[in-house]
């Protein structure tokens, strides 16, 4: 079985209304298209962690 390491970055804020928010991202393409994520990314040979 191959074992692929990801990361993710989970941002929260507030707008100006003092009210929290979260960024995420939207897929826009595959089989979750439309569905929300976190961003983040594969970890590739050679990047520093």
Do not use: C, H, L
């Amino acid at each position: 079985m191959k074992t692929i390491r990801v990361v993710a970055a989970i941002i929260k804020a507030r707008n100006k209304n003092g009210q929290p928010i979260i960024f995420a991202t939207q897929r826009g393409y595959g089989e979750f298209k439309g569905g929300w994520e976190f961003s983040g990314g594969k970890i590739e040979e050679g990047d520093k962690t």
